[in-house]
């Protein structure tokens, strides 16, 4: 393990802090925790990967915070690139229903090339005017959203990055980024 290692994987992973512990161990984060303090008492061990490097220690994390990071949005606006149905808005975050899918009429999965813009290209390619992100690399889409699905806040959809550009989020389990065209 290395400062540069461990701030490599954090940034690809979406966070802008890096925290090292135990010469070895590597944490990523987007704000320190309650109770965090900062000082340098207690960080003494030698990284594993480079030694002239310092990585943390006994319950002390040595924090790296990479000020270049530009935090992953929830896409707002995308055109679609197939179809005919124009623009789509983004609509809100929406729970899944317990038995049923918010938008059932069809899916596409990839763990590779999800995005905002692939889920939509996927739907308005089909003629949807829905459009719903899930999962991290789940799009449904449909003509109408489903009754007893309802909106809930935007941070219950900032979890998941979307493999295929991950400065975008691609929602969470149970929860859909839905767009609609129009």
Do not use: H
């Amino acid at each position: 393990m290395t400062i540069e290692s461990c701030q490599a994987y954090c940034n690809s992973v979406g966070y802008p802090l890096a925290g090292l512990e135990y010469a070895s161990e590597c944490y990523c984060g987007g704000v320190l925790g309650y109770g965090s303090f900062t000082g340098f008492s207690g960080c003494t061990m030698a990284c594993s990967g480079n030694k002239a490097e310092t990585c943390g220690g006994s319950d002390r994390l040595s924090v790296y915070n990479n000020t270049a990071f530009v935090a992953p949005k929830i896409v707002q606006s995308v055109v679609a690139s197939t179809g005919a149905l124009g623009t789509y808005t983004y609509r809100g975050c929406y729970t899944e229903l317990t038995n049923a899918r918010a938008l059932s009429s069809y899916a596409v999965t990839s763990t590779t090339l999800m995005t905002a813009e692939y889920c939509v290209a996927a739907c308005s390619g089909k003629g949807y005017a829905y459009a719903g992100l899930e999962y991290g690399s789940q799009c449904f889409c449909g003509e109408t959203l489903s009754t007893g699905s309802s909106m809930v806040p935007d941070g219950q959809c900032q979890v998941m990055l979307c493999p295929g550009n991950k400065q975008e989020y691609c929602s969470a389990g149970n929860r859909l980024i839905v767009y609609l065209s129009g």
